[in-house]
């Protein structure tokens, strides 16, 4: 195996560039997989735009095992997972063309699920389980609600809303999402009960009417002040409730106006156990075993919610090779990527 491989590495002004670097080697609990195919996030724009030249971008990843490294894998098994990209101490990055991980972080990728539709969903995928049942606190699907309750998803057509719906309907939620009129098929076909178009100017009262003001969980996708305002209205006004949100929220607490409100935010980070700075986010700055133990347990029942067709992957866009994602992530940022994964061909 080559000493060197080609990576999409950040440098100065805030871009990136395709170079040579060296190929992982594996530490101690850790594989290397040679990627096939990595899915994009906005993650992975933002991190462009804040980390210092040098680091690695990317998340998500499908490949083969290619050092099992005395792990329970086989080499060339299909693999998929995801990785805390551009970070150091390890180094970690999937926009490459091989990538180390822990050996518990990946999944196999069953026979009918393509390497594109694998990469598109680990990083969404765990922001949804770790929200929905580690935060939110819902019943899991191995044990369903056996009582039907309300749960919203705001901005059901992002990436993580549209597991966070599957996810929800397995737990024996009646799942309300919010999206534009044109995805509401979409929506539905997801196992939405009911959608609500968001530019409705009424859509929070139409919300509070459907659950006859019962509704106490939301996982709100898009997290802008603005929305995490408005779903607040959505919640029972006497019972209040508990919104989850993927981006950090400390600057919009003082906006709601129902004390009985619980407002945390969650970062799909935590799952590789180490404790984390990243922006004011809840729940991240101490060792988080019990996180990443929650994210081993659903890379293990993936394959099969997969196979079985319980969980469908986004819609993924092909979009090049690697040296494409500098492209893509342009129009991530600019806000054209809409209910879909961008993915890339690495090998």
Known sequence: MASKMKALVTVEGKTAQVQDVDVPKPGGGEIIVKTHYVAQNPTDWKSMLSVPPGRILGCDFAGTVHDSNGSHWREGQRVAGFVFGSSTNPTRGAFAEYVATEASLV????????????????????????????????????????????FLVNGGT??????????????????????????????????????????DPNWTEEVRKLTHNGLELVLDCISQPSTV?????????????????????????????NEKVKLESTIVYTVFGRPIKYDSFDNCGEPTPQDKALWEKYLAMLPELLSKGKIKPNKVRERGGLDSILAGLKEHQEGKVR???LVYKIS
């Open 229 to 257: 305002e408005a779903v607040s209205k959505t919640l029972s006004p006497t019972k209040g409730g508990h919104i989850v949100t993927t981006l950090a929220v400390d600057k919009i607490r003082e906006k709601i106006e």
């Open 107 to 150: 999944y196999l990728i069953p026979d009918n699920i393509s390497y594109q539709d694998a990469a598109a969903i680990p990083l969404a995928f765990a922001t949804a389980v770790q929200a929905l049942f580690q935060r939110l606190k819902l019943p899991e699907p191995s044990n369903p609600a056996k009582n039907v309750f309300p």
């Open 158 to 199: 992002s990436s993580v809303g549209q597991y966070a719906i599957q996810l929800g309907k397995l737990a024996g939620a009646f799942v309300i999402a919010t999206g534009s009129s044109q995805n509401h098929e979409l929506l539905k076909s997801l196992g939405a009960d009911a959608v609500i178009n968001y530019k």
């Open 339 to 341: 209910a879909e994964k």
